[in-house]
C-alpha cells in the first residue's frame, strides 16, 4: 500500500492502482483526510472490499464460457464461432450454473461419460470437451485436464465412382444449369470448395489456370461476406484445369456462378435424386478428385497443393477409404465364388494352379 503524501494544503492524500482505461492508461483513486493515518486507512479499506468484492465475483461456467466465445469473435472465422455458440447453447446444462472454481476433474469426466451415454457422437463429444478445456485454460490455467475421452471415430467419407460423377454431369448437361454444371466441374476436377466456387471470378482466369484466393463465407449475421484467403494459408493456389471444364466457363464475365454455398447444396441434393445416383454431398467430389489423383500415381505433395489441404491427414482418410471399398468388393467376389461352391457343387471356371 503506498503512504499518504501530505498536501501544500496540509491534508495527507495515498493514491492507489485501480486499473487501466480502454487506451490502457492506469487510473488511480486518490483518498484524502486531515491526517496521514485516516488517508492510508481509507485507502486501504478501499482495496481490502475491492478485493472482497472479486473473490465473490467467481465466475459461472456458462459465464465463462460466454466471456470466451465472445472475446473470440474478431478472431476467429464465423464459422467456428456459430459452431460454439452452438454446442455452448444445446449442450452443458449441467455445467452452466456451477462456478467454475467449484467444478472438478470428476464433475468434467461424469459429464463426458454421460454425453457417451445419451448417443453423441465420439467427435462431438471431443469437440464439447475441447471447448470446455479451452475454457479452464482462459479461466482456471492452474487445472490441467486429464479426461479419459472416447476414441477418435473413423470418418464417414464417400467416395463416388467414375460412373456416379458421369451420371451426375450428364444429368445437369440435360438440365442445361449452366452454373450446377460448372460448380460440379470444378468440384470434381479442380478440387475447388463451394466457398471458392461461389467467390469465383473471370479476372481470377489466365488461360486454363484458376487463382483460387477467396471465399464467400456465411457471417454471424447470416449475410455472405467475400472473404480473402491469406497467401500464407494453403487455400491460396493456383489450379490447372483441363480444356472441357474451362470450355464450360468461356465468355462468362463477372461472377463465374450466380450462387451461394448454399443453393449449391440444394440443388446438387435434388439432382442427385433426378440422377438415380445414391446421397452424397456436394463436397465429396474432392473426395473423388483426390482419390482419382492418388489412383493415377500424383504424389500427395501436390495433392495437397491442388486440392488446399494443409496436412495429409484428410488424403489419408480419403485412401483408406478407398481401400476399404476395394476390400469389400474383394470379399464380395470370394464370397460369391464359395458360395455358388457350396451351392452347385460346382467350380465357376475357375483353374487352380497346381502347387510344384
Excluded at 466457398?195 to 463465407?217: F, P, R
Aim: glycine share 6%; charged share 30%.
Amino acid at each position: 500500500m503506498a503512504t499518504a503524501r501530505k498536501l501544500p494544503s496540509g491534508q495527507y492524500r495515498v493514491r492507489v492502482y485501480v486499473g487501466k482505461d480502454k487506451n490502457g492508461k492506469d487510473i488511480r483513486k486518490s483518498f484524502t483526510a486531515a491526517t496521514k493515518k485516516e488517508a492510508e486507512y481509507l485507502a486501504t479499506k478501499y482495496m481490502l472490499e475491492k478485493r472482497e468484492a472479486a473473490s465473490n465475483k467467481i465466475l459461472t461456467f456458462g459465464e465463462a464460457l460466454d466471456a470466451y466465445i465472445a472475446g473470440r469473435e474478431s478472431v476467429l472465422s464465423a464459422s467456428t464461432i456459430r459452431g460454439y455458440k452452438q454446442l455452448a447453447e444445446n449442450n452443458f446444462d449441467s455445467l452452466r450454473p456451477r462456478k467454475i472454481d467449484d467444478i472438478t476433474q470428476d464433475d468434467i469426466q461424469n459429464f463426458v461419460n454421460n454425453a457417451c451415454a445419451s448417443g453423441l457422437s465420439s467427435k462431438s463429444v471431443r469437440n464439447m470437451h475441447g471447448l470446455i478445456s479451452s475454457v479452464f485454460k482462459k479461466e482456471r490455467p492452474s487445472m490441467r485436464l486429464t479426461t479419459a475421452l472416447p476414441a477418435k471415430s473413423k470418418p464417414d467419407l464417400y467416395i463416388p465412382s467414375d460412373d456416379e460423377v458421369v451420371k451426375v454431369i450428364n444429368q445437369i448437361r440435360k438440365e442445361k444449369d449452366r452454373d450446377m454444371l460448372i460448380a460440379i466441374l470444378l468440384a470434381a476436377y479442380g478440387p475447388m470448395r463451394r466457398s471458392e466456387i461461389c467467390a469465383l471470378t473471370d479476372s481470377d482466369i489466365s488461360g486454363n489456370v484458376i487463382h483460387v484466393h477467396k471465399a464467400i463465407v456465411l457471417r454471424k449475421d447470416n449475410e455472405w461476406e467475400l472473404k480473402m484467403i491469406p497467401k500464407t494459408e494453403a487455400g491460396d493456389r493456383f489450379i490447372s484445369m483441363p480444356d472441357f471444364v474451362m470450355k464450360e466457363l468461356k465468355g462468362i464475365k463477372g461472377q463465374i456462378i450466380s450462387l451461394n454455398p448454399n443453393s449449391v447444396t440444394e440443388r446438387f441434393h435434388r439432382l442427385l435424386r433426378r440422377a438415380g445416383v445414391p446421397y452424397f454431398r456436394f463436397h465429396d467430389l474432392r473426395h473423388y478428385s483426390a482419390s482419382i489423383q492418388h489412383a493415377i500415381g500424383i504424389p500427395d505433395a501436390y495433392i495437397m497443393q491442388r486440392g488446399g489441404w494443409e496436412s495429409d491427414s484428410t488424403l489419408k482418410n480419403i485412401y483408406r477409404h478407398a481401400l476399404d471399398q476395394e476390400a469389400q468388393k474383394a470379399n464380395n467376389k470370394i464370397n460369391d465364388y464359395f458360395s455358388n461352391l457350396q451351392t452347385t457343387g460346382h467350380k465357376t471356371g475357375h483353374k487352380r494352379k497346381r502347387a510344384q
